[in-house]
Every structure is written in C-alpha cells, then in structure tokens.
C-alpha cells in the first residue's frame, strides 16, 4: 500500500482536495516502475478511482492496468482510501490525500494536474479551478478582502 501525502503552506484557506466526482472524476498522474525489472515508464500515466478496468488473465480489476513493456508481466493499482482533505495547519504539516492498493507496481512521482478546491477558513468562500501544478496558487478572498494562497507545495509518496 502506497500513500500519497501533501504538505502545503495554506493562508486563509482550509480543506483542499481535488475535485473528484464520478461526472468529472480527478485523474491522478504517476510516474509509474515496474517491482519485477525496477523498469520506469518512461510517459506520465494517469487514473481515476471511478473507472475500472479488467486484469487480462485474472478475473479481477482495478483503476490502473499496466503491462511492463520489458518484463512483460501485468500489474495494477487502485485508489483504496481517500481522496481525504487537506486541512490547514500551521506547521506545513504532511497529510495524506490518498492510499493506493498497488500489485507489482509502484509510482514514484506525483504530478498535480487538474483541478482543486479549497474554502475560506472564517468566509467559506469556496474556490474551485484551484491550479497545483506550478507549486503555488495566489487569489483574493472577497469576503474578507485578504489575499490567500498555496505555497511550498511538496508531494510525497509513502508506503504505508
Ligand atoms: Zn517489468
């Protein structure tokens, strides 16, 4: 079991999470290596945790199937928990956003793509498009008339 864990600078904003519906669900995207030959793909993959897909040759399934162009062998992942909220927190303290069932498979890199939402901590202004990828994210909360931000954006990926 892999997680995957965020510590982030939040001002003024609590509760971030990516947006995640089964109409639009959020594509996690990994660097993916293969446990049996230590092999990484080379491109970016991305999966979501509504949409599952069959294991050729069992007769399970799962979010991500993956066949390692070098060993050959198949494996595959799903989201088991989550995705859980980033609370605020004033000591940059690491959360974890999601567990990831994982069969011979592990990802090493995380990617923000996609869209995020967050809300005021006193206004509950609600902020939705929030863009992760760059590592910082700068607004203006009208409620309050303070400016609010994402700083020091760092994932990680554990064994849980
Ligand atoms: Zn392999």
Not at 142 to 147: D, M, P, Y
Request: charged share 30%; aromatic share 12%.
């Amino acid at each position: 079991m892999l997680s995957l864990v965020l510590s982030a600078e939040l001002s003024g904003i609590t509760e971030l999470r990516p947006k995640d519906t089964p109409e639009e669900p959020y594509f996690f995207t990994f660097k993916v290596q293969c446990t049996s030959c230590r092999e990484i793909h080379p491109n970016w993959i991305s999966f979501n945790r509504f949409e599952k897909h069959e294991i050729s040759g069992s007769r399970g399934e799962a979010n991500f199937v993956w066949k390692c162009r070098l060993c050959q062998r198949t494996h595959s992942a799903s989201i088991s928990t989550g995705p859980h909220v980033y609370y605020y927190d004033d000591g940059l303290k690491a959360q974890r956003i999601i567990e990831i069932d994982c069969r011979g498979l592990e990802f090493v890199e995380f990617k923000a793509d996609g869209d995020w939402e967050a809300k005021g901590i006193e206004s509950s202004t609600r902020f939705s498009n929030i863009d992760l990828s760059e590592g910082e994210w700068f607004d203006y909360d009208e409620k309050t008339g303070e400016e609010v931000s994402i700083k020091e954006v760092n994932w990680a990926i554990k064994r849980a």
